[in-house]
Protein backbone atom coordinates (compact mmCIF):
# COMPACT_ATOMS: atom_id res chain seq x y z
CA UNK A 1 0.00 0.00 0.00
CA UNK A 2 1.63 3.71 -0.90
CA UNK A 3 0.51 6.56 1.09
CA UNK A 4 0.26 9.94 -1.02
CA UNK A 5 0.34 12.78 1.20
CA UNK A 6 0.10 16.44 -0.81
CA UNK A 7 1.21 19.76 0.49
CA UNK A 8 1.65 23.37 -0.78
CA UNK A 9 -2.03 24.41 -1.55
CA UNK A 10 -3.48 27.79 -0.20
CA UNK A 11 -4.78 30.89 -1.63
CA UNK A 12 -3.09 33.28 -4.18
CA UNK A 13 -3.55 36.16 -6.68
CA UNK A 14 -4.34 35.58 -9.60
CA UNK A 15 -0.73 35.93 -11.23
CA UNK A 16 1.27 34.09 -8.57
CA UNK A 17 2.72 31.36 -7.76
CA UNK A 18 2.23 27.80 -6.03
CA UNK A 19 4.40 24.53 -5.58
CA UNK A 20 2.51 21.33 -4.96
CA UNK A 21 4.37 18.69 -3.45
CA UNK A 22 3.27 14.70 -3.31
CA UNK A 23 5.45 12.61 -1.01
CA UNK A 24 5.36 8.87 -1.67
CA UNK A 25 5.64 6.12 1.06
CA UNK A 26 7.44 3.46 -1.23
CA UNK A 27 11.21 2.64 -1.73
CA UNK A 28 10.48 2.06 -5.41
CA UNK A 29 9.05 5.42 -6.08
CA UNK A 30 10.47 5.28 -9.47
CA UNK A 31 8.22 2.23 -10.50
CA UNK A 32 5.32 4.89 -10.14
CA UNK A 33 3.98 7.19 -12.73
CA UNK A 34 2.60 9.77 -11.03
CA UNK A 35 -0.22 12.39 -11.82
CA UNK A 36 -1.86 15.13 -10.64
CA UNK A 37 -5.53 16.15 -10.79
CA UNK A 38 -8.12 18.25 -9.96
CA UNK A 39 -11.75 18.85 -9.66
CA UNK A 40 -13.53 22.10 -9.67
CA UNK A 41 -16.90 22.76 -7.77
CA UNK A 42 -19.42 21.18 -9.79
CA UNK A 43 -17.09 20.14 -12.47
CA UNK A 44 -15.35 16.43 -13.02
CA UNK A 45 -12.05 15.91 -12.23
CA UNK A 46 -9.46 16.54 -14.68
CA UNK A 47 -6.09 15.51 -15.88
CA UNK A 48 -3.62 18.00 -15.40
CA UNK A 49 -0.12 17.00 -15.55
CA UNK A 50 1.58 13.43 -15.48
CA UNK A 51 5.35 12.33 -15.30
CA UNK A 52 6.91 8.70 -16.03
CA UNK A 53 8.75 6.56 -13.51
CA UNK A 54 11.87 8.22 -14.78
CA UNK A 55 10.58 11.65 -15.41
CA UNK A 56 11.53 11.34 -18.68
CA UNK A 57 7.48 11.23 -19.90
CA UNK A 58 5.83 14.41 -19.38
CA UNK A 59 2.26 15.19 -19.96
CA UNK A 60 0.42 18.52 -19.76
CA UNK A 61 -3.47 19.66 -20.19
CA UNK A 62 -3.31 22.36 -22.80
CA UNK A 63 -4.58 25.23 -20.53
CA UNK A 64 -1.73 25.04 -17.66
CA UNK A 65 1.11 24.46 -20.92
CA UNK A 66 3.83 26.79 -20.32
CA UNK A 67 2.43 28.01 -16.90
CA UNK A 68 2.90 24.60 -14.85
CA UNK A 69 5.75 22.22 -14.86
CA UNK A 70 5.96 19.00 -12.92
CA UNK A 71 8.88 17.46 -11.95
CA UNK A 72 10.00 14.63 -9.30
CA UNK A 73 12.93 13.89 -6.79
CA UNK A 74 12.85 9.67 -6.69
CA UNK A 75 15.88 10.16 -4.05
CA UNK A 76 13.48 11.65 -1.97
CA UNK A 77 9.82 10.26 -3.09
CA UNK A 78 7.94 13.21 -4.18
CA UNK A 79 6.84 14.48 -7.30
CA UNK A 80 6.04 18.77 -7.51
CA UNK A 81 4.05 20.77 -9.32
CA UNK A 82 5.58 24.30 -9.93
CA UNK A 83 2.60 26.24 -10.70
CA UNK A 84 2.81 29.82 -12.11
CA UNK A 85 1.09 32.63 -13.63
CA UNK A 86 -2.10 31.13 -12.11
CA UNK A 87 -5.61 32.32 -13.24
CA UNK A 88 -9.18 31.95 -10.81
CA UNK A 89 -10.04 29.34 -13.27
CA UNK A 90 -7.03 27.54 -11.77
CA UNK A 91 -8.98 27.04 -8.49
CA UNK A 92 -9.63 23.60 -7.42
CA UNK A 93 -8.86 20.73 -5.21
CA UNK A 94 -5.46 19.44 -6.68
CA UNK A 95 -4.66 15.35 -5.91
CA UNK A 96 -1.62 13.29 -6.89
CA UNK A 97 -2.16 10.19 -7.74
CA UNK A 98 -0.23 6.77 -8.55
CA UNK A 99 0.21 3.65 -10.52
CA UNK A 100 2.57 0.93 -10.23
CA UNK A 101 3.39 1.56 -13.93
CA UNK A 102 6.51 3.39 -14.85
CA UNK A 103 4.97 4.83 -18.24
CA UNK A 104 2.31 7.89 -18.72
CA UNK A 105 -0.70 6.63 -17.62
CA UNK A 106 -3.88 9.03 -19.04
CA UNK A 107 -6.92 7.31 -17.41
CA UNK A 108 -7.76 8.30 -13.77
CA UNK A 109 -8.61 4.56 -13.61
CA UNK A 110 -5.65 3.49 -13.61
CA UNK A 111 -4.57 4.85 -11.04
CA UNK A 112 -4.71 2.83 -7.60
CA UNK A 113 -3.35 5.02 -5.00
CA UNK A 114 -4.99 9.11 -4.29
CA UNK A 115 -3.48 11.64 -1.55
CA UNK A 116 -6.75 13.33 0.03
CA UNK A 117 -5.97 16.69 -1.70
CA UNK A 118 -5.15 20.07 -1.53
CA UNK A 119 -7.20 23.20 -2.30
CA UNK A 120 -5.81 25.44 -4.62
CA UNK A 121 -7.78 29.02 -4.47
CA UNK A 122 -7.30 31.77 -6.99
CA UNK A 123 -7.99 35.12 -6.44
CA UNK A 124 -8.97 38.29 -9.15
Known amino acids: QVQLVESGGGLVQAGGSLRLSCAASTRTFSSYAVAWFRQAPGKERELVSA????????YYVDSVKGRFTISRDNAKNTVYLQMNSLKPEDTAIYYCAADYYSGLQFDQSSYDYWGQGTQVTVSS
Open 51 to 58: ISGGGANI
